[in-house]
Each structure stands twice: as structure tokens, then as C-alpha cells.
């Protein structure tokens, strides 16, 4: 089946200490998005790729980064994660921008701090 | 701008009874609508979208939506609760035409009792 995979499914890190979280797809959807999810609160969107163009919200703090070296994959870098970015991260893919598609989500990667 | 109020925070239901989650929405534009389910460390999976095609939008898992734009409203039905049902659901509203601008609502926890 054609989906979005994040790995891995946990990551513990230490304060400060940078991490990267991973994401592919098979679906060969042009824009990729990552999103955060704090507890019980709903996502926020952090950026998107559409193809290899970038695009950061306003709000997406410096420390946090991303790379997309092909169509499948995209990477989201955190530098020196504090306490505050423990959380849920999705990504997620949409087959055109600028359209009614829908994303497809995948099941997240879980971040702790230490 | 786009917004969407989720009317309840927490629904709780008997397994075999009526669903119904409640979403107003705002938009200055034709809306995209859709409806997703988080289950616990899992991602959103999309349950339905309304495009400006018909009102009444049919999903999976028996759940199904009416769009009613005199009440600036979308909410979620379905006929008879099964237990795997209970999971955290999102309303979302987009411009039509910008998927890249989605907007969440604070979500609604579904509880179903045996």
C-alpha cells in the first residue's frame, strides 16, 4: 500500500543535543509538510516542501530545519532541542498544492527530552 | 481567514448508539472541509472531505458529514458507535483551492462505553 512512513516511531534525546527525525513516502506526492502536536492540542504546521522549493511559517522557531534530498524522502532537523519541543511530529503529503487534496498523514515520531 | 470551532471538547457515547460531533466553521472563501481521526500515537487519518460537491459526504467507516452553509456548519454522524471508534477527531477548514492552509479545530475526544 502506498503510504507515508516516519521513523522511528520514538526518539529520546538529551537537552541540546541535536536530532533528526525521518520521513518517506511512496504515494510520489509533490509537497511534503511536518507538523507538531503537543499533548492534546491540535497540529501546528511547522513548513513544506513543494518539490524542492521551502517554505517556513512565519511562527517555525530557527532551531528547527529540514532537508528533502529527492521526492521520497524529507528530514526534519531539531539543533538543540529544549524541553518545550518534546511532541508528537507528522508528516505529512498532498499531491498538489494550491488544491482541495487532501494530506495523508503519517503515524508520527514521538520526541522526548532528557 | 479560515477557522473551525469544535463545539465539544469531550463526547461520550454507549457502543451502538448515535455519534454526532458538532463543527462550526468561518471562512471568507468557498471552504474545504474535512474530518480526521487520530487514534492514541498514531497519525490523522482523513474520514471524509466536502469540495463543493454534494452536501451530504459519505466517509469510511460509516461516518458521514452534511454540509449546511446557512449554518456555517460540518458536522460528524454516524448511525451506531462501535468501540473502536473512540479516538481524538479533527474538523478542519481550508480555502478551497489551498490545501497548504489547513485549519484545525482543538479537536473533540470521543469516548465509547461498552
Known amino acids: 500500500d502506498a503510504m507515508v512512513i516516519q521513523n522511528p516511531r520514538y526518539q529520546v534525546t538529551q537537552f541540546g543535543k541535536p536530532v533528526t527525525l525521518s520521513c518517506s513516502q511512496t504515494?510520489?506526492?509533490?509537497?511534503m509538510y511536518w507538523y507538531q502536536q503537543k499533548s492534546s492540542q491540535a497540529p501546528k504546521l511547522l513548513f513544506h516542501?513543494?518539490?524542492?522549493?521551502?517554505?517556513n511559517e512565519a511562527d517555525t522557531p530557527d532551531n528547527f530545519q529540514s532537508r528533502r534530498p529527492n521526492t521520497s524522502f524529507c528530514f526534519l532537523d531539531i539543533r538543540s532541542p529544549g524541553l518545550g519541543d518534546a511532541a508528537m511530529y507528522l508528516c505529512?503529503?498532498?499531491?498538489?498544492?494550491?488544491?482541495?487534496?487532501?494530506?495523508?498523514f503519517g503515524d508520527g515520531t514521538r520526541l522526548s527530552i532528557l | 481567514a479560515q477557522s473551525v470551532t469544535q463545539l465539544d471538547s469531550h463526547v461520550s457515547v454507549s457502543e451502538g448508539t448515535p455519534v454526532l460531533l458538532r463543527c462550526n466553521y468561518s471562512?471568507?472563501?468557498?471552504?474545504?472541509l474535512f474530518w480526521y481521526v487520530q487514534h492514541p500515537n498514531k497519525g490523522l487519518q482523513l474520514l471524509l472531505k466536502y469540495t463543493s460537491a454534494a452536501t451530504l459526504v459519505k466517509g469510511i467507516n460509516g461516518f458521514e458529514a452534511e454540509f449546511k452553509k446557512s449554518e456555517t456548519s460540518f458536522h460528524l454522524t454516524k448511525p451506531s458507535a462501535h468501540m473502536s471508534d473512540a479516538a481524538e477527531y479533527f474538523c478542519v477548514v481550508t480555502k478551497a483551492n489551498n490545501n497548504n492552509d489547513m485549519r484545525f479545530g482543538a479537536g473533540t475526544r470521543l469516548t465509547v462505553k461498552p
Open positions: 516542501y513543494y518539490d524542492k522549493d521551502f517554505n
Open positions: 505529512a503529503t498532498s499531491s498538489r498544492r494550491y488544491s482541495n487534496q487532501p494530506q495523508h
Open positions: 504515494l510520489n506526492h509533490n509537497v
Open positions: 471562512s471568507s472563501y468557498s471552504p474545504s
